[in-house]
């Protein structure tokens, strides 16, 4: 960060009319220039001072912005006074969205490199998940997930054959196939555990022998209550938050 576009950027967040205070319309434009790939993870902000006199704003508005920022998770404070663009990813657990969507909003680019895909019966497990028989096809999609070819997660996809008839004409996003199929679930229902990750997890996601794996379970619902999906996404723990919004 420190280059006439990302400068750009935020004097035009705070150029926007509304009844936000100004260090919201900071945060604001922060997040957005993190989200346009203007600001990359890692990479160290600009002083209080320097925002000062590029933004022309007082530093007891840039402080309250970084300040919320670091509260939020957007930005970390290192050793030396420096603040850098966090490297930890959030997911949250409000919204059903795609591992390539939840990238995307981030400003990273995602990936997928295939260990996997093809078709056979379902194991007792994944019948009972998909609620099929065991004379019914499925179709098992194992990926490894990346975010600017960086590996973030290990994924194991299985869908009734039904739906996906060549699993060789998905891409990179299995939501961007079922949605120009007509099969992109409206609901779905997630669990959430931890375990240490195994030998062949640790190679594939490049992790030291003690990492642990965030694992997320999630079944799929088509608008009829058809059973979709059902994914298994074994995220790296050391750069992987969930978030979970509570209201009363």
């Known amino acids: 960060m420190g280059d006439q576009t990302t400068f750009d ?3 035009q967040a705070l150029a926007i009319e509304s009844n936000e205070p100004l260090y919201r319309k900071l945060e604001d434009g922060i997040k957005a220039a993190i989200g346009a790939a203007q600001i990359r993870h890692g990479a160290v902000i600009p002083s209080e001072r320097m925002l000062c006199e ?3 704003i007082s530093r007891v508005t840039v402080r309250k912005a970084i300040d919320g920022l670091v509260s939020d998770g957007f930005l970390d404070r290192r050793q030396g006074a420096k603040t850098v663009v966090s490297s930890r990813l959030e997911k949250s657990l409000a919204t059903m969205t795609s591992f390539s969507e939840d990238m995307r909003s981030r400003g990273l680019e995602p990936g997928c490199r295939w260990i996997s895909r093809d078709i056979s019966r379902p194991s007792p497990a994944e019948m009972m998940a998909l609620g099929i028989s065991g004379s019914e096809k499925i179709v098992r999609l194992r ?3 990346t975010a600017d070819n960086v590996p973030i997660a290990i994924e194991t ?4 054959a039904r739906f996906v008839p060549d699993p060789h004409s998905i891409q990179d996003s299995l939501y961007e196939y079922l949605e ?3 099969a992109l679930p409206v ?3 997630q669990r959430m555990q931890a375990k240490p ?3 062949e997890e640790r190679r594939l996601l490049g992790t030291p022998e003690d990492a642990s794996l965030l694992i997320m379970e999630r079944r799929c619902f088509l608008a009829d209550g058809q059973i979709v999906e059902f994914t298994q996404t074994k995220y790296r723990g050391d750069v992987y938050d969930f978030v979970i919004e509570l209201m009363r």
Do not use: I, V
């Not at 996809?157 to 009734?160: N, V």
């Open 187 to 189: 609901r779905a229902l």
């Open 54 to 56: 590029a933004l022309n």
């Open 157 to 160: 996809a299985t869908l009734p």
């Open 9 to 11: 950027l935020l004097k």
């Open 143 to 145: 990926r490894l997930r």
């Open 197 to 199: 990750a195994s030998e």
């Open 180 to 182: 120009a199929n007509g």
